[in-house]
């Protein structure tokens, strides 16, 4: 035992060491994601602007098209010179006319041929001056650029309007639409870094909650190492006394002092069977042994045990046993202990005088059993951690006596059944502790 002890010490006292280890790692990769956000960042920049000298050059190509398209004879044309000489010259107010239509459909398709697939709008100015003379019905004069992309239209047109005309052509959301391009790029480095942020999460969150395990193992170690002492002292001390007396012949005192090491030896024993029980039920190899039992018994056995030490505080132990029926398939030794810790912690929490009502009652295809107490109560902060193995209740800013296994083994018991234990508790009004097993 001690042996498996020292061993335990041995073992946490590395714990620093690899959390450190831990922690440079999660130090290296917070580093290398800080690093490859840039480079994605740096790479995407350069996709854009790439995408961008794209765009200039088909955007370009495709006004000079249509440029050179609307200056052939033709109806079109004839329309367009007819609608800018009334504009520039009867000064008509009206920017959209059923010509613009037909030239926006021209700038869509030739468009559309060099692969640009974009909302856009356009307006067309003379060359000496901004006035707008057309323009399509998407144009809005706040939010047009007239200097990004631009042609002049023909000499057919010049000659016959008598005056140079440019075409202003503008993207709605440009940078949008370049991203859009990006996409099959953009989406899965934004996903991978996504996933890499969220693993690091984890881990920060992971070496967190390793953190307070080593802190809570760390102060599981004290207080057993404090708990195997007593007892251990007291053993060593009275088998000294005990040698001594029987050297004097003091038959009768010898007695007291073996007495006194065997009780001592019990509580060495409880305290050991805890940590192992405990750290059987963890193993994968551990299974209950079910069959059918009396829950209503296993009650009534553990009534006999507590009433004599609640009699003694001059408190009371009431049953409610109304479940019907009341057999289960249960580990019966489990079972019974899991409630034996209940009731231990329903004494332990009371005051001078505990009051404790043990109940069963059936909800749908679950029998229950629930151990109430008017003891101290339990912080709401604290109810959810309570089941946690090693945690222990703090009382006015003090950690209480144990080894913080009991509930937990209570847990764990429940849920190896295929049931689950519940808490309802309110400081300073008491506690009670719901077991729900299935049939």
């Known amino acids: 035992m001690l042996l498996a002890f020292g061993y335990l ?55 000079l098209a249509v440029s050179d398209t609307l200056n052939l004879p033709g109806s079109r044309s004839d329309a367009l010179i007819e609608r800018l000489k009334i504009r520039q010259i009867e000064g008509d107010t009206v920017l959209v006319h059923p010509i613009s239509d037909s030239i926006e459909a021209l700038l869509k398709r030739e468009l559309v041929h060099r692969g640009i697939r974009a909302d856009f709008a356009f307006a067309i100015t003379p060359a000496y001056n901004g006035q707008v003379l057309l323009a399509s019905q998407r144009y809005k004069p706040a939010e047009f650029d007239f200097g990004k ?79 195997l002492k007593t007892p251990a002292f007291s053993i060593s ?26 009780d001592e030896n019990k509580k060495l024993k409880t305290h050991v069977e ?77 005051p001078s005088q505990p009051i404790v009502e043990i109940s069963t009652g059936r909800d749908g295809k679950q029998l229950q059993i629930a151990i109430s107490d008017r003891g101290i109560g339990i912080d709401p902060a604290q109810q959810k951690l309570v089941f946690d193995k090693f945690y222990r209740i703090r009382e006015n800013g003090a950690l209480s006596k144990g080894f913080g296994l009991g509930l937990s083994y209570v847990a764990q018991i429940v849920r190896g059944h295929g049931g689950k234990v519940l808490l309802e508790s309110e400081r300073g009004k008491g506690s009670r502790f719901i077991i729900q097993i299935p049939n």
Do not use: W
Request: aromatic share 6%; net charge neutral.
């Open 149 to 227: 992309y631009q042609a002049r239209l023909g000499n057919h047109i010049i000659g016959n309007c008598h005056f140079e005309s440019v075409l202003h052509f503008d993207v709605f959301n440009l940078f949008g639409y370049l991203l859009g391009q990006l996409r099959n790029l953009l989406v899965p480095s934004v996903l991978s870094l996504l996933a890499i942020l969220s693993c690091l999460l984890l881990l920060l969150n992971i070496l967190k909650k390793e953190r307070q395990l080593n802190a809570i193992k760390n102060d599981f170690i004290n207080n057993l190492t404090h708990e």
């Open 274 to 350: 805890k940590v192992l029980e405990l750290a059987s039920l963890e193993s994968a190899h551990h299974n209950l042994q079910k069959s059918s039992a009396s829950i209503h018994a296993l009650i009534q056995q553990l009534e006999a045990e507590f009433r004599p030490i609640i009699a003694e505080r001059n408190g009371s132990l009431t049953l409610h046993l109304t479940a019907d029926p009341d057999t289960v398939e249960v580990d019966a030794g489990h079972l019974k202990n899991a409630l034996h810790n209940l009731l231990d912690n329903a004494l332990k929490y009371s």
């Open 9 to 63: 010490l041995l073992a946490n006292s590395q714990l620093p060491t690899a959390n450190m280890t831990r922690h440079i790692i999660a130090g290296i990769l917070l580093l290398s994601l800080s690093v490859l956000t840039y480079v994605q960042f740096q790479l995407l920049v350069a996709g854009v602007r790439l995408e961008k000298q794209r765009f200039d050059l088909r955007t370009e190509d495709a006004l």
């Open 237 to 262: 001390l009275s088998s000294k006394m005990a040698k001594e007396s029987l050297e004097k012949g003091d038959l009768q005192r010898a007695k007291s002092f073996l007495q006194l090491i065997d």
